[in-house]
């Protein structure tokens, strides 16, 4: 890097210019713009909320801080290539303390069936097994094949596939791991399962482990992604971060800060301006105007092709890819403040809760609850904790309430939704202390996503990971990251999407 660029102006506005602009502070954004500040390049981010994170931010009531998304967060381990969590922190000289979960899910599922996914592997496999005797056999082979999959991750070093220099290098030093992951590629769970499993409950497993975190069953769920979460869970593990998940994105921003990079907050972007059909800067809401080499976008796609380029026609390549992919629904979000005699000192962190197979897919029909007090109990009063419990929802049930029916509504469902849990923890809804209940309107307006949506799931069974678009864009000089783009929702997920747009700016920086 030269620190010739950091001084540039702009020839024809004499505004500042900066290497790359971010659009949106969330972790793919944050991941991406430290990467870039560490590699010297001269960043800015714009957020339009009043902190960063997005759906990893966090909010605070009454003496409760509540994560604002899920509270499992996969990528803090120390060791392998694949803990990219604890390496962004470290590219930009920090890091986090965090606490090991001992069980990733505690799954309370039809028919009685009752199974926790334990930290450790073996204890995981038997108590499964238990279950499903007579599956043992496929049960060791279908999960062994997962770990084949993170095995060929988790060896080389994860950067952008759009650099052929960089595909070429890992190529001649891990040969048998790049053709393990051309072979998986695209792959999808369910016909993997299907090889090895016949028993249909033990297959509905299956698909609600990857219903949990993909929001489409096994059939449709890309097998590099499950290898990740199948295997990461029982290697770098579930590890919460002390003081809740907000602290990853602040702790990104003081790296950021450190390495010179800036972050304004409540700067909505309004528009990416285009000269010559390339990207050159951005205007925000207020009017203002900031120039940038590159411009990185962190809305979701649909956000950034059809409200930040308002006169374009949607690029060849963005209809071909919203063909393939459609918006998952929202969620429907209750955070609960409880007082701890409900909760036994065993209890473990996350929950999922459902009572017929058929709804799986519905909304309200599967429920996922996190206690992250029970991992970090400074996050609520003394002999308090946190209960957040949330259900897929879609945004039009959601529209055209007056305020009114809108509260009733949402004290309707949330009143359900505690009911059900009341299965679990018997005296729940007399142990609440606070209540907060977020709709898919909610997620919208806070995270700035399109109807709310959690992010891009496949319209049809599709060929694995093939159809997710890496960084770049139709548009040159325009790039995008996070969850919809190469591999997906998740934390872990979306910092890979960020070091690799960060991978693919740099060259194209030339740094
Ligand atoms: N356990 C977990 O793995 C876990 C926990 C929490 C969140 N998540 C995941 O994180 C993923 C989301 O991460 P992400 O990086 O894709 O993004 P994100 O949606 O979390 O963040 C996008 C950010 O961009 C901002 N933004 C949007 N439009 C803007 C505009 N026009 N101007 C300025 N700012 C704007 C938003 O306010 C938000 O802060 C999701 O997949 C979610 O499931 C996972
Ligand atoms: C050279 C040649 C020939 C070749 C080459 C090839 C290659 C190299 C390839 C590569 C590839 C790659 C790198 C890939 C990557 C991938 C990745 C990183 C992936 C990742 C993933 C992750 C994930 C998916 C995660 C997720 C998670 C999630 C989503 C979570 C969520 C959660 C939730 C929702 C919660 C639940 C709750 C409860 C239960 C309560």
Redesign the pocket.
Known sequence: MTTVSRYQRSADTDCELYDAIMIGSGIGGLVTATQLAAKGAKVLVLERYIIPGGSAGYFERQGYRFDVG?S?I?GFGSQGT?NLLTRALEAVETSLETIPDPVQ?DYHLPDQLEVKVHRDYDKFIQELICQFPHEAEGIRKFYDECWRVFNC?NA?E?LS?EEPRY?TR??FQHPLA??G??KY?PQNVGDIARRYIRDRNLLKFIDIECY???VVPAEKTPM??AG??FSDRHYGGINYPKGGVGQIAQKLVEGLEKKGGTIEYKARVKEIILENNKAVGVRLADGREYRGKRIISNATRWDTFEKLLPDQTLPKKEQKWQERYQKSPSFLSLHLGVKSDVISPDTDC???LLENWEQMEEPEGTI???IPTLLDPSLAPPNCHIFHAFTPHWIEDWQGLSPQDYHEKKEQAAAKIVQRLEKIFPGLEDALDYQEVGTPRTHRRFLGREDGTYGPIPQKKLMGLLGMPFNQTAIPGLYCVGDSTF???????VA?SGFACAHRVAVDLGF
Request: aromatic fraction near 14%.
């Open positions: 899920a499992m996969f694949t899910i991750l080389m994860l596939l595909l890992v190529f790049c053709l992951l051309v590629l949990c975190w993909s590099i992604n990740m979460v996350h929950h999922i996922f609850l996190s591999p997906g929702q998740g934390l872990n997920a890979f």
